[in-house]
């Protein structure tokens, strides 16, 4: 007669192992709040990877520009555009050979959005110097944080920081 007894006990656990409507519904809203906080951090992320990526693509541009200067024992130019290092057009100097490079290589397409004073055409030496200076600031839409990159003269000695009302000032991230 002890076994009705036990029937009857585990069937009012099974029922109290339940979860009610109310404790779904809860934990529904945790799990989706809990994920929309992980999407915004990872558009964020994937924002400054961009500027990182496009930052480190304006400095390698140059140090490639100067690499093929020194190669080839000759004088050559290279133009920074929306899209990245270009050949200069109507520049008195023939392009630096092997040195187009966009800007979102190795990264989702687009959101770049880039500024800058350096001259429709760098040049660089025979010997890989730089002979003309600027800034270029660097923004991809959403994310706040500005770049900067400064080739300095002489020598197109370049710096990297973050644009701030002072101007390029350095990034104690970097």
């Not at 109290?16 to 799990?31: D, K, N, R």
């Not at 290279?78 to 270009?86: C, V």
Request: overall charge positive; proline content about 6%; glycine content about 14%.
């Amino acid at each position: 007669m002890a076994r009705p007894e036990r029937r009857r006990g585990a069937a009012r656990r099974r029922e109290a192992a339940g979860f009610s409507l109310a404790e779904l519904l809860l934990a529904a809203v945790i799990l989706a709040l809990l994920a929309s906080l992980a999407i915004g951090a990872g558009g964020r992320g994937l924002a400054l990877l961009r500027l990182e990526n496009a930052t480190r693509r304006v400095l390698l541009g140059l140090e490639l520009g100067r690499s093929a200067a020194q190669r080839t024992g000759a004088p050559c130019a290279l133009a920074l555009a929306e899209t990245g290092w270009r050949a200069p057009e109507g520049s008195g100097l023939p392009a630096c050979e092997g040195v187009e490079l966009a800007l979102d290589e190795g990264v989702l397409p687009g959101g770049i959005a880039i500024a800058h004073n350096l001259p429709a055409a760098v040049r660089f030496t025979s010997n890989g110097l730089v002979l003309d200076g600027g800034s270029v600031q660097l923004q991809v839409s959403g994310e706040a944080l500005v770049r900067c990159v400064v080739v300095s003269l002489p020598l197109g000695v370049t710096r990297v920081g973050r644009q701030g009302p002072a101007g390029c000032e350095p990034d104690p991230l970097l």
